[in-house]
């Protein structure tokens, strides 16, 4: 691959679509976009050794970001990398799950199908909010099931004064063209057939409902429950769907938990912060693997929780979005 | 990098569209050098430093974070879970990340409301925005979404001398 030389590496390997993952846009302050280098690179910089360990750094790991292409430098790239495309499409349907959260079904245009797994994320570009700005690129788990190749749905909450949530709730319309990329992520199901603990808050709900079709898809019978939290009830989403697939699956219990109804709610199901109501109603939970997508502190307290009720460290899964 | 640059630079990364959608000037036409100048001068005044009310609004956003969006009630005195506190701080989490402007960390975005019951008074407090007055002195321009007023953020925790 020839590079123009001095060129940072992560934004080279980007310009020939091959996307390490980086959440700083490549200021050597996240540490993601570790990768191999075989030879070459030169010293590794004050950033990475922040950031990468005194074993990972003699195994000649290194940040993309701070490795400038020059002659001959050679890397490793693992080969999931470079199933990551770019992808024209086409926003089909907005629909919005509730005051603050929308559902965006895209209709891939060129290449018009993705191979994912349930559990991956894609980039959806914003575009830039003025002409001196620039566009931002911003991760969402994918909502839809892998079977649905033609499509993604992504679940959107508003961020205050973020670029793209603010462009897609005050701009973006159906019908309009939107440029993507990915799959990228590691969170996805361990192939056993254990019992599972899924347990999410607002727009975590994502990949558990992509997990949740893909599994009745397959025709999957192991014993899940999947505790949701939300703050009152107009901050809950999917409840019919959810629980229409409780009724039709043996295998699935769905938990959903307001944290503080609002009056007016009349609201009977379970109440308390997820991760109370996850400790109420699991008695040992050794035998289990768990699957939690959230905010860090939902994460942090439900991992907590879970190792109360007897999962080991290594069976517990996790997709921190902040 | 020369001074100049260095500050061409921190005013680029805070113009509206290049980390966030609003920046974090405001309209204020004053630049960040001299936000930064009249904010620490207004510190000196009240006899604080930045750390002092970086401190209690880090005490509140670690409190606030962890209780996943369900309202806490703090005592002002003590800043821990109270019933019967003053103080109220709600959490909104946010999905991603953002880069502090003057690049040197990344920091969670979601925002805690902190309400003073007594008084009606209300800040808007960000991890970023604790970061910015720790690390930098800097309180954001007027107006914008985040900026946090010196006094009032030390009203809010009953620091300095007595307002006349």
Not at chain 1, 163 to 185: D, I, K, N, Q
Not at chain 2, 63 to 73: D, I, P, S
Request: with cysteine; glycine share 10%.
């Amino acid at each position: 691959m020839q590079v123009e030389r001095g060129q940072p590496l992560l934004a080279a390997l980007r310009e020939r679509d091959v996307f390490l993952a980086s959440a700083c846009g490549g200021r050597g302050l996240c540490g993601l976009c570790r990768l191999k280098v075989l030879h070459g690179g030169g010293p590794p910089q004050p950033a990475e050794r922040r950031h990468l360990s005194a074993e990972e750094i003699a195994a000649g790991v290194r940040l993309g970001c701070q490795v400038r292409a020059e002659a001959g430098l050679a890397v490793e790239i693992p080969p999931k990398l470079l199933a990551s495309r770019r992808y024209q499409g086409a926003v089909e349907r907005i629909r919005d799950l509730t005051h603050d959260i929308k559902e965006v079904r895209i209709r891939l245009v060129e290449p018009d199908a993705i191979d994912f797994v349930p559990g991956q994320y894609v980039q959806l570009e914003a575009p830039p909010p003025s002409d001196d700005a620039e566009g931002a690129w911003r991760a969402y788990s994918i909502a839809s099931p892998p079977a649905d190749r033609e499509h993604v749905e992504l679940i959107i909450r508003l961020v205050p004064g973020g670029l793209c949530t603010t462009w897609v709730f005050r701009r973006l319309r159906e019908g309009e063209a939107v440029r993507l990329r990915g799959p990228f992520g590691e969170f996805r199901l361990a192939d056993t057939d254990r019992p599972m603990v899924w347990l999410a808050g607002g727009s975590g709900m994502a990949p558990f409902r992509s997990l949740l079709h893909h599994l009745r898809k397959k025709g999957a019978a192991r014993p899940c429950t999947f505790f949701f939290g939300a703050v009152a009830l107009r901050d809950l989403f999917y409840l019919e769907e959810f629980h229409a697939a409780e009724r039709r699956l043996p295998w699935f219990c769905f938990v959903p938990a307001l944290s503080d109804p609002a009056e007016g709610d009349r609201w009977e199901g379970e109440t308390g912060l997820i991760t109370e109501v996850a400790d109420r109603r699991l008695r040992d939970a050794g035998d289990a693997e768990a699957y939690l997508c959230g905010s860090a502190a939902l994460v942090n307290a439900a991992r907590k929780v879970l190792r109360r009720k007897g999962v080991p460290p290594e069976r517990i899964y996790y997709d921190k979005y902040n | 990098m020369t001074q100049d640059s260095n500050e061409s630079e921190l005013q680029r990364r805070m113009a509206p569209g290049a980390l966030c959608l609003e920046g974090f000037l405001g309209t204020d036409p004053r630049a960040a050098a001299e936000i930064l100048a009249a904010d620490r001068a207004a510190l000196d005044a009240m006899g604080l430093t930045h750390r002092d009310l970086a401190e209690p609004l880090r005490t509140v956003l670690d409190l606030a974070m962890t209780a996943c969006g369900r309202a806490v009630r703090l005592g002002r005195a003590t800043l821990r879970p109270d019933p019967a506190g003053d103080l109220s701080a709600t959490c909104r989490e946010a999905m991603g990340r953002i880069v502090c402007p003057f690049d040197d960390g990344l920091f969670p975005k979601g925002e805690v409301e902190l309400l003073d019951g007594r008084t009606g008074e209300c800040l808007t407090v960000t991890p970023l925005s604790v970061h910015l007055i720790a690390e930098h002195g800097f309180y954001q321009g007027r107006p914008s979404r985040y900026r946090l007023e010196p006094r009032d953020i030390a009203r809010m925790f009953g620091l300095g001398p007595p307002e006349r």
